[in-house]
Nanobody, 123 residues
Framework: QVQLVESEGGLVQAGGSLRLSCAASGSIFKINAMGWYRQAPGKQRDVVAVITSSGSINVAESVKGRFTISRDDAKNTVYLQMNSLKPEDTAVYYC?????????????????WGQGTQVTVSS
């Protein structure tokens, strides 16, 4: 099977920085898009940034210029560098990956989620 494991988030002061990582492991043939989402209390889960296998990137307007997404395909890992953090960035952050598995002469494509990690930004 496939598993996504995120690094720990944390508590940071406004204006500070934090880097999240998410490593995929298991029976992986190929990883397509990888991304980060976040969910604040009482709100829906929203996309933060997505990076495709070809390196195309989309970033939410609310974090553009402050957050950077990158990936290391040799390590099956996606990163989210968060700078100039604001209290409104406080949320549980989830990584997501579209992963292709090969099993029994068949290819299976599924979306997988990390366990979520809390990021809290104090004012």
């Amino acid at each position: 099977q496939v598993q996504l494991v995120e690094s720990e988030g944390g508590l940071v002061q406004a204006g500070g920085s934090l880097r999240l990582s998410c490593a995929a492991s298991g029976s992986i043939f190929k990883i397509n898009a990888m991304g980060w989402y976040r969910q604040a209390p009482g709100k829906q889960r929203d996309v933060v940034a997505v990076i495709t296998s070809s390196g195309s990137i989309n970033v939410a307007e609310s974090v553009k210029g402050r957050f950077t997404i990158s990936r290391d395909d040799a390590k099956n890992t996606v990163y989210l560098q968060m700078n100039s953090l604001k209290p409104e960035d406080t949320a549980v952050y989830y990584c997501n990956a579209n992963i292709v598995r090969y099993s029994g002469a068949y290819y299976f494509s599924n979306a997988y989620w990390g366990q979520g990690t809390q990021v809290t930004v104090s004012s």
